[in-house]
């Protein structure tokens, strides 16, 4: 089992940057690729980017690339989610997931936080 918690969502500008947190207890943080998913209101939720265990290699959906940055560090057992440039449609409940192996849909991940809400003002 993992459990997830993330931090740091709040009320923010629009051209403004937050940073992400997701804390991670439980079996062996390093071992897991970590992602983060996002959910506006009445919309699905959506992939936004992934980091493999050692932290070389990361993906991310063309809705966030060159704006948000994910980043993990192992020590710490902590992934994060740096973004910047953020616009009135990042605003969402942002969840952090792990999985065993990487994927791009919800389904693709076992565990899951609670999330925390972004919201962006115009």
């Known amino acids: 089992q993992v459990q997830l918690v993330e931090s740091g969502g709040g009320l923010v500008q629009a051209g403004g940057s937050l940073r992400l947190s997701c804390a991670a207890s439980g079996r062996s943080f390093s071992g897991y690729v970590m992602a983060w998913f996002r959910q506006a209101p009445g919309k699905e939720r959506e992939f936004l980017a992934y980091?493999?265990?050692?932290?070389?290699?990361?993906y991310y959906a063309d809705s966030v690339k060159g704006r948000f940055t994910i980043s993990r560090d192992n020590a710490k057992n902590t992934v994060y989610l740096q973004m910047n440039s953020l616009k009135f449609e990042d605003t969402a409940v942002y969840y952090c997931?792990?999985?065993?192996?990487?994927?791009?849909?919800?389904?693709?991940?076992?565990?899951w936080g609670q999330g925390t809400q972004v919201t962006v003002s115009s």
């Open positions: 980091i493999r265990s050692t932290g070389y290699t990361t």
């Open positions: 997931a792990a999985d065993r192996t990487p994927g791009l849909v919800v389904r693709g991940y076992d565990y």
